[in-house]
């Protein structure tokens, strides 16, 4: 069975910090996704970022970064010089490719809740 | 596009109830997917469509009833509602064949009293 664990259930910082929000994942598949999303106070899913199980490369969008390392399952988040807007709920997601392989049908994590404060 | 669109936004039932939950997507993908959020547990699959006719059970299915007559449409069907289905659906679609991400749509709040 396949299990997303995030440990850190509420984060605090104060504007312009760095902030790293962490994933553990376990899956017995050999081909997989990986997911995060953000959910702001609106309570919409926001899709921020996914990375299949092949491609161990870190990825860098403007002030967010990911770490995916596959020898610890890990698939961490980091939020450079953080801002309020940054104030959401995240979500580290992860499916498994079917057949066809499509991420039908992701197992999320409980949620990391990261308050940023001016 | 519309992308994935859900109704009601928020619904109060009594126990015993009975109603559907609607979803509707514009994207022509293959693949749709209930799921339930609750505080504290991240998001369940409830149910999820490979295509037109073909539904399957996720991890909570039980309470719950789906069925996918077209591409375009998944309801979500709870035939006795029950205090513990008080939750936020949301409906997502994916395309088939590829990486992609799914697509959520705003979510429904339900209330059982």
């Known amino acids: 069975a396949q299990k997303v664990t995030q440990a850190q259930t509420e984060i605090s910082v104060v504007e312009k910090e760095d902030v790293t929000l962490d994933c553990v994942y376990e899956t017995r598949d050999t081909t997989y996704y990986l997911f995060w999303y953000k959910q702001p106070p609106s309570g919409e899913l926001v899709f921020l970022i996914r990375?299949?199980?092949?491609?161990?490369q870190n990825e860098i969008s403007g002030r967010y970064s990911w770490n995916f390392q596959k020898s610890t399952s890990s698939f961490n988040f980091t939020i450079t010089a953080s801002q309020v807007v940054d104030s959401a709920v995240y979500f580290c997601?992860?499916?498994?490719?079917?057949?066809?392989?499509?991420?039908?049908?992701?197992?999320f994590g409980t949620g990391t809740r990261l308050q940023v404060t001016l | 596009n519309a992308g994935v669109t859900q109704t009601p936004k928020f619904q109060v039932l009594k126990t015993g109830q009975s109603m559907t939950l609607q979803c509707a997507q514009d994207?022509?993908?293959?693949?749709m997917s209930w799921y339930r959020q609750d505080p504290g547990m991240g998001l369940r699959l409830i149910h999820y469509?490979?295509?037109?006719?073909?539904?399957d059970q996720g991890e909570v299915p039980n309470g719950y009833n789906v069925s996918r007559s077209t591409t375009e449409d998944f309801p979500l069907r709870l035939l006795s509602a029950a205090p513990s289905q008080t939750s936020v659906y949301f409906c997502a679609s994916i395309p088939r064949q590829g990486p992609y991400e799914q697509y959520f749509g705003p979510g429904t709040r339900l209330t059982v009293t």
């Open positions: 997601a992860l499916s498994e490719a079917d057949d066809t392989g499509t991420a039908s049908k992701l197992t």
């Open positions: 990375r299949n199980s092949f491609d161990e």
């Open positions: 994207m022509n993908h293959e693949y």
């Open positions: 469509s490979v295509g037109a006719g073909i539904t």
